[in-house]
């Protein structure tokens, strides 16, 4: 029997992140502003609905001068983040936060921030905050993916570095928090190249169970190089077989099944 030959493809998440506020600048709970305050901030929310984010932080400075109101510091950071001053956005929800600690739609607005900036751990830590902050099962879902996406970032990072015990280690925080097929498919693959073949074909056997946004020919092309690595055969032509059928992999997927004859 002829050695096979392996290719290990790298895959990378593909970002579907979700950014923007959750929540209206409306809070039936929040004190009132002054009329000044009111006039500005209104000013201010009839322009960023139509795109002038600049004359919105204008407006929102006079609405600030009038009150510290933590509904005027997070329109601020919306309009900053809208411009790109990712800095001034920081501050801003930071300000608010201050303000208003239990308004959570800051923390999670500040972990987007820090994820666009590709400052993940900062982003996991203020994701973390809002999942402790909210009451809205739904939204928390959403921002839980957030941070698997941030977990999976944090372990392309680390596999640059070389250092693919890491990446493990953060790819399998990532699926704690959601089931996200491409941290699965990234993990099928770094267990391979470890020589964890057992677990490599269990993280592809997730990734195809929770497939959304990959196909299903790298969870059986890693299945079946690690299926041939344990000696199975049987498993490993059946697998590969089925990885031939994406064009991606069909090529590699065939190398693999001549070496093996």
């Not at 956005?89 to 607005?109: E, G, L, M, W």
């Not at 921002?143 to 941030?150: D, G, P």
């Not at 490599?200 to 059986?220: F, L, M, R, T, V």
Request: hydrophobic share 40%.
């Amino acid at each position: 029997m002829r050695k096979a030959a392996y290719l290990i493809l790298s895959i990378f998440f593909v970002l579907i992140f979700t950014s923007g506020s959750f929540a209206q600048s409306a809070d039936t709970t929040a004190p009132k502003m002054d009329t000044t305050a009111i006039k500005g901030f209104n000013s201010g929310l009839d322009k960023m609905q139509k795109q002038d984010y600049k004359g919105a932080l204008a407006d929102f400075e006079t609405a600030l001068a009038a009150s510290k109101d933590y509904r005027i510091y997070y329109q601020m950071a919306v309009a900053e983040e809208k411009l790109g001053n990712h800095d001034a956005a920081i501050k801003d929800y930071q300000d608010a936060i201050k303000t208003n600690p239990n308004f959570d739609a800051s923390y999670n607005d500040l972990g987007n921030v820090y994820y666009n900036m590709g400052n993940y751990k900062d982003a996991i830590e203020y994701f973390q905050k809002f999942l402790d902050k909210s009451k809205n099962d739904t939204v928390k879902e959403l921002v839980k993916f957030n941070i698997a996406l941030s977990y999976t970032a944090l372990a392309t990072t680390a596999e640059k570095a070389k250092n693919n015990k890491l990446a493990i280690v953060d790819l399998k925080k990532a699926v704690t928090f959601n089931n996200y097929d491409i941290a699965y498919l990234n993990l099928a693959r770094l267990y391979f190249v470890s020589n964890q073949f057992k677990n490599s074909i269990s993280a592809a056997q997730d990734a195809i169970k929770y497939k959304k946004n990959i196909g299903e020919g790298g969870p059986y092309y890693y299945m079946g190089i690690a299926y041939s690595k344990l000696n199975d055969l049987k498993k490993a032509k059946e697998c590969l077989l089925e990885a031939k059928k994406d064009p991606t992999y069909a090529k590699f997927a065939q190398t693999v099944l001549d070496g093996m004859k």
